[in-house]
């Protein structure tokens, strides 16, 4: 019998201290008089492709790619490839959108192959290769990407 009450003890003990962590991860609790601010609504803008780079949202549903802007965060979406040539140079972001320092992204390219980057530059410039080149041609994604302006 102890010992089931103990086992009960912990038991409570390990559950509170489980809903401690998940309260702490979600931000804190509107019980308590916190209110989450509501995501602010992103207005998407297409990037203006270059070197034979086209959107790849025709063939595979993942949209054209665009980026937006919002409370000094850059959001990249969509998905592209070049069907011919070999310029890795696909759009530049406007000057509102650019990082302050090159930045090296890793991303999903055709097949998951291995290797994939998304290169960012001061000055706008974006660039997309792979360990594969073809593979980066092939598809590149910019699901998921996020950035800060500036920095």
Do not use: C
Request: charge should be positive.
């Amino acid at each position: 019998m102890r010992a089931m009450s103990a086992f009960a003890i912990r038991s409570v003990t390990i559950l509170i201290a489980i809903g401690a962590v998940v309260l702490a991860l979600s931000g804190g609790a509107d019980a308590v008089g916190e209110h989450q601010a509501a995501p602010a609504s992103l207005t998407e803008h297409a990037l203006s492709l270059r070197n034979k780079w086209q959107s790849a949202d025709p063939g595979n549903r993942t949209g054209r790619p665009q980026y937006a802007v919002s409370q000094g965060i850059v959001y990249l979406s969509g998905s592209l490839h070049q069907p011919s040539g070999t310029n890795t140079l696909f759009a530049y972001l406007p000057k509102g959108a650019r990082p302050g320092h090159v930045m090296y992204i890793s991303i999903y390219v055709s097949q998951g192959a291995p290797g994939g980057v998304l290169q960012l530059f001061p000055n706008g410039a974006m660039v997309v290769y792979s360990s594969n080149p073809q593979s980066a041609r092939d598809f590149s994604s910019l699901a998921s990407i996020s950035f800060p302006v500036g920095a």
